[in-house]
């Protein structure tokens, strides 16, 4: 089945330590995003890839940075984790049609890596 | 203003009740709307499209109103298994160039056997 992936489901780290989470998808969406989800809050999108542009949220903290290699994947590094970044991080995909005034479809997200920061 | 506003809730139903839920959105502009259920500790999963002539899937029907700015969820004969956060998701344009989706914090149901 076509499907969002997200690796690992639970990561814990130290303050501090840089950690990476992956997200791979079969659905062939050219939009990729990343979102942060903390308890009994809405997500909050932290960037999105629009095929290969990045876009950052003007409030993402510089301590978070993406890559995206290939259209299937796409990865969320957090240099110098903080105990205010522990959360669940989502990470979605969609078709987008044009890069202006694109319309985005539905939002097709995976089952979410639960950072916990020591 | 929040761009997307719900009531938290949380709603406590029986089961087999009606229960609606609104949501109010600030911008205009907004070109989609969904309804999302999210299960506690689980990601968000799509619930259904809202498109303007309303559309109805089983038991839940969703509505847009483009003049007051509002989208609604109706969920009959509600199940136990309907228990979950329901966020409502517009989508808008920014500046002529980035849409973007906003979500809404999200009403929490409780079905009461």
């Known amino acids: 089945d076509a499907m969002v992936i997200q690796n690992p489901r639970y990561q814990v780290t130290q303050f501090g330590k840089p950690v990476t989470l992956s997200c791979s998808q079969t659905?062939?969406?050219?939009?990729m995003y990343w979102y942060q989800q903390k308890s009994s809050q809405a997500p909050k999108l932290l960037f999105h890839?629009?095929?290969?542009?990045?876009?950052n949220e003007a409030d993402t903290p510089d301590n978070f940075q993406s890559r995206r290699p290939n259209t299937s994947f796409c990865f969320l590094d957090i240099r110098s984790p903080g105990l205010g970044d522990a959360a669940m991080y989502l990470c979605?995909?969609?078709?987008?049609?044009?890069?202006?005034?694109?319309?985005?479809?539905?939002?097709?997200f995976g089952p979410g890596t639960r950072l916990t920061v020591l | 203003r929040k761009e997307v506003e719900q009531d938290p809730g949380p709603f406590n139903v029986p089961e087999g009740a009606t229960v609606a839920f609104n949501c109010t959105y600030s911008?205009?502009?907004?070109?989609?709307f969904f309804w999302y259920r999210q299960d506690c500790r689980k990601e968000p999963k799509l619930l259904m499209s809202?498109?303007?002539s309303g559309n109805e899937d089983g038991r839940f029907t969703a509505q847009l109103n483009r003049a007051s700015q509002y989208i609604s969820l109706l969920i009959r004969d509600s199940k136990l298994s309907d228990s979950a956060t329901y966020l409502c998701?517009?989508?808008?344009?920014?500046?002529?160039?980035?849409?973007?989706?906003?979500f809404g914090t999200g009403t929490l149901l409780a079905v009461q056997p």
């Open positions: 979605a995909t969609s078709m987008g049609i044009g890069k202006q005034g694109a319309k985005l479809y539905e939002q097709f």
């Open positions: 659905l062939n969406h050219n939009v």
């Open positions: 890839y629009y095929d290969k542009d990045f876009n």
């Open positions: 911008n205009s502009a907004s070109q989609s």
């Open positions: 809202v498109y303007s």
């Open positions: 998701v517009v989508n808008t344009l920014y500046g002529g160039a980035t849409n973007k989706l906003i």
